[in-house]
């Protein structure tokens, strides 16, 4: 062999040999794509410093965040899904919304992935499986429910957190008397009224999760003297909610509390960005359960992240879904998720907020549970959701006595569930 030869054969082997050791990795050229739909439009920025810190770890797989109007989403995902346009990774919603989409064929089998059985409870995976335990989707956060007040106006009328409904009752009197409104929360957008007022004190008159089993079991019936006192205490708030509450959005209440115009304020923990900037002192307590009974918290698990069936990338989706699940994603979640969503890996992770953690802290020394109709009451019409939502408008309005809203949602449910 001649020297240009034999300098020839040394060239292509060192070009040839790292690629035959580089495990496969891809160059950058070929990057692979996949979008990841979601209903928190709010997120942006949050999901994308996610999903930068997963691609520094995976350089050739870059997740594009692509998210959908809250009360659309639905709907949209599953057109997209029936027309083969869905995203490669989407938020999945808990319980039977979830399952049917797994169940029609659109959600893949994840019961492969590693993570799934080492970093998540069975308590945190059940919302997001099937009858069998099948997992359609890997636990992604959750968020809890509570009661946002002012602290400066606490302050001024010598006011202290109410540890049951009658001290709270006392508690919204005293604020009316000094010309302050109350409560923050209206009508105008009805989900509002349903999920974070009563969905969050229902489980102090039913008994937590444990009522909420016995009524799904048919050991209660749905309109039984405890769900009548849920609905009761939705009437208690009417005297104190802002004028014109009938028509205010949930923004209008938002901006109730941010501005100081409203003492107190039934919300989620995924608010606590929205008064970072007040320009008063302000925390949270748990709703207050009547007298006598213990003390419960929805702490709801509001999204997983399920993978498409159809997803022309499954490897690198399931690489993404391992990583959220390993103690390097639990901890870039608990870190880039916007305040108030929590991380539901089991793995170690530290949360600086004080205002998150003191949503956290509610849990201590009470039982928690998921929004009441979320397990079950989704699967027929009228839902559950629907039910509860409308018994509570109008017991507010005095359409309808807390008796009359109880009959109502048993008899709703009575045609199909």
């Given at each position: 062999?001649?020297?240009?030869?034999?300098?020839?054969?040394?060239?292509?082997?060192?070009?040839?040999?790292?690629?035959?050791?580089?495990?496969?990795?891809?160059?950058?050229?070929?990057?692979?794509?996949?979008?990841?739909?979601?209903?928190?439009?709010d997120?942006?920025a949050?999901?994308?410093?996610?999903?930068?810190?997963?691609s520094?770890?995976?350089?050739?797989?870059?997740?594009?965040?692509?998210?959908?109007?809250?009360?659309?989403?639905?709907?949209?995902?599953?057109?997209?899904?029936?027309?083969?346009?869905?995203?490669?990774?989407?938020?999945?919603?808990?319980?039977?919304?979830?399952?049917?989409?797994?169940?029609?064929?659109?959600?893949?089998?994840?019961?492969?992935?590693?993570?799934?059985?080492?970093?998540?409870?069975?308590?945190?995976?059940?919302?997001w499986?099937?009858?069998?335990?099948?997992?359609?989707?890997?636990?992604?956060?959750?968020?809890?429910?509570?009661?946002?007040?002012?602290?400066?106006?606490?302050?001024?009328?010598?006011?202290?957190?109410?540890?049951t409904w009658?001290?709270?009752?006392?508690?919204?009197?005293k604020?009316?008397?000094?010309?302050?409104?109350?409560?923050?929360?209206?009508?105008?957008?009805e989900?509002?009224?349903?999920?974070?007022?009563?969905?969050?004190?229902?489980?102090?008159?039913?008994?937590?999760?444990?009522?909420?089993?016995?009524?799904?079991?048919?050991?209660?019936?749905?309109?039984?003297?405890?769900?009548?006192?849920?609905?009761?205490?939705?009437?208690?708030?009417?005297?104190?909610?802002?004028?014109?509450?009938?028509?205010?959005?949930?923004?209008?209440?938002?901006?109730?509390?941010?501005?100081?115009?409203?003492?107190?304020?039934?919300?989620?923990s995924?608010?606590?960005?929205?008064?970072?900037?007040?320009?008063?002192?302000?925390?949270?307590f748990?709703?207050?359960?009547?007298?006598?009974?213990?003390?419960?918290?929805?702490?709801?698990?509001?999204?997983?992240?399920?993978?498409?069936?159809?997803?022309?990338?499954?490897?690198?989706?399931?690489?993404?879904?391992?990583w959220?699940?390993?103690a390097?994603g639990?901890?870039?979640?608990a870190?880039?998720?916007?305040?108030g969503?929590?991380?539901?890996?089991n793995?170690?992770?530290?949360?600086?907020?004080?205002?998150?953690?003191?949503?956290?802290?509610?849990?201590?020394?009470?039982?928690?549970?998921?929004?009441l109709?979320?397990?079950?009451?989704?699967?027929?019409?009228?839902?559950?959701?629907?039910?509860?939502?409308?018994?509570?408008i109008?017991?507010?309005?005095?359409?309808?006595?807390?008796?009359?809203?109880?009959?109502?949602?048993?008899?709703?449910?009575?045609?199909?569930?």
């Amino acid at each position: 062999m001649n020297k240009f030869k034999l300098i020839t054969v040394i060239l292509v082997l060192i070009m040839v040999v790292p690629m035959a050791f580089s495990g496969g990795q891809k160059d950058s050229g070929d990057q692979v794509e996949l979008t990841l739909g979601s209903w928190r439009t709010d997120d942006v920025a949050q999901i994308n410093a996610l999903l930068d810190a997963f691609s520094e770890e995976y350089p050739n797989i870059k997740v594009i965040f692509q998210p959908t109007n809250p009360p659309d989403y639905n709907a949209t995902l599953r057109l997209q899904l029936e027309s083969e346009t869905g995203p490669d990774l989407m938020y999945a919603r808990s319980y039977a919304t979830g399952v049917q989409l797994y169940e029609d064929g659109y959600f893949a089998d994840l019961s492969g992935l590693k993570t799934m059985n080492t970093s998540y409870s069975a308590g945190a995976k059940a919302p997001w499986s099937t009858d069998n335990g099948t997992p359609f989707a890997v636990p992604f956060v959750a968020v809890s429910h509570g009661i946002y007040y002012n602290k400066d106006i606490f302050s001024k009328l010598g006011l202290s957190i109410p540890e049951t409904w009658a001290e709270f009752m006392s508690v919204c009197e005293k604020i009316k008397d000094a010309k302050i409104i109350p409560i923050a929360n209206s009508l105008g957008d009805e989900w509002d009224i349903a999920e974070v007022v009563f969905m969050s004190l229902a489980p102090n008159y039913i008994g937590g999760m444990e009522g909420r089993l016995a009524y799904e079991s048919g050991d209660r019936p749905w309109n039984d003297k405890a769900m009548v006192a849920a609905f009761a205490a939705m009437g208690d708030l009417e005297p104190y909610l802002p004028g014109g509450y009938q028509a205010l959005s949930y923004n209008d209440s938002n901006a109730l509390f941010a501005t100081g115009q409203a003492a107190m304020y039934f919300d989620g923990s995924w608010s606590i960005g929205t008064f970072k900037d007040v320009d008063f002192e302000w925390s949270v307590f748990a709703v207050p359960p009547p007298s006598g009974q213990p003390g419960y918290v929805c702490f709801h698990v509001d999204a997983g992240m399920a993978m498409n069936a159809a997803t022309e990338h499954p490897e690198e989706a399931k690489i993404f879904l391992e990583w959220l699940g390993s103690a390097k994603g639990a901890e870039t979640l608990a870190n880039t998720l916007p305040t108030g969503f929590f991380p539901m890996s089991n793995k170690s992770v530290t949360i600086s907020d004080p205002h998150a953690n003191a949503f956290l802290a509610m849990n201590n020394g009470r039982g928690t549970d998921v929004r009441l109709p979320w397990p079950k009451l989704f699967g027929g019409s009228p839902s559950g959701y629907e039910l509860m939502m409308y018994g509570s408008i109008k017991v507010i309005t005095g359409e309808s006595t807390p008796q009359e809203a109880a009959d109502a949602l048993a008899e709703g449910l009575a045609t199909w569930y």
